[in-house]
């Protein structure tokens, strides 16, 4: 059995660009009538928040929001960092040139494309030397991102930092590692602090029943959406929800107040 408090939440999507919209709109259908198209992490000079990808962009905008929400210095955490498929708009960039004309390929482009780019804009951002690891594994990418932080819990640190994030897929990627909208979602857990207590355990995974919950059906389309059934259960402060964590198991989460 694993186990945390969750200190502090971020959430960010198109139409519900921080997690009191996302509650608000969970609990009673309010939407914010001036949301934002694309995040603006304040932890990026304007030129780089400017051209940072969205997936780099909408990372840096949840984790610093958990954070602010748990009154943790970024700095003083491990992070870990989960997405489906990374930047696939970049990803399909990289393909088409490397097909077309491989000396016109862009060195900026390339170094946004690596799968730890986020975290490692979130590093230098915020100064952190605390171990930070980008973990990818499909459809259990965040289940496993959230197994990974619980045990760097485990393995000593008082509190980790956890983002998980995907965007939109273009071009032919979008045929074989589909992906609508842009979805992130972040958490500060602790060992001892104040929040919510996350209890969790790996299960034989069973049919996968249709996520119910207003979040999950609001980005369904997103590669990220198997964490929001746990999203939905902390709308409400308390519940369960299976997450995929696997080929053969799901990640039993419960939470109590």
């Known amino acids: ?37 694309r995040p603006s ?20 905008e949840v984790a610093m929001a958990a954070c602010e929400a748990a009154g943790r210095d970024p700095a003083s955490m491990p992070s870990v960092f989960a997405s489906t498929h990374g930047e696939l708009a970049i990803t399909d960039y990289m393909c088409a040139t490397l097909s077309q004309d491989p000396r016109a390929l862009s060195p900026t482009r390339f170094h946004n494309s690596v799968h730890n780019a986020a975290a490692g804009y979130w590093t230098i951002g915020t100064g ?44 032919p990627l979008a045929r074989v590692a ?18 919510p207590l996350l209890r969790a355990r790996l299960v034989a995974s069973s049919r996968p029943a249709p996520a119910i919950g207003p979040l999950a059906r609001f980005s369904a389309g997103n590669a990220m959406a198997p964490m929001l059934p746990l ?4 709308v409400r402060g ?20």
């Open 1 to 37: 059995m694993l186990q945390a408090r969750i200190e502090g939440i971020g959430f960010w999507t198109r139409g519900l660009p921080s997690w009191a919209a996302a509650r608000a709109y969970a609990l009673d259908g309010t939407q914010p009538a001036d949301a934002p198209s």
């Open 41 to 60: 992490p304040q932890l990026l000079p304007p030129n780089e928040r400017r051209r940072a990808p969205e997936t780099v962009a909408i990372a840096l």
């Open 128 to 171: 952190a030397m605390q171990p930070a690891s980008a973990i990818s594994a499909h459809a259990a990418s965040f289940a496993q991102g959230l197994i990974e932080a619980v045990t760097q819990l485990a393995g000593g640190a008082e509190a980790a930092l956890l983002v998980a994030y995907d965007g939109q897929a273009i071009g």
């Open 178 to 195: 589909p992906s609508e909208g842009l979805l992130g979602g972040a958490l500060v857990l602790s060992r001892d602090g104040a929040g």
């Open 231 to 234: 999203f939905d259960v902390l």
């Open 238 to 257: 308390e519940g369960s929800a299976y997450l995929p964590a696997g080929i053969a198991h799901d990640l039993f989460v419960e939470v109590t107040p």
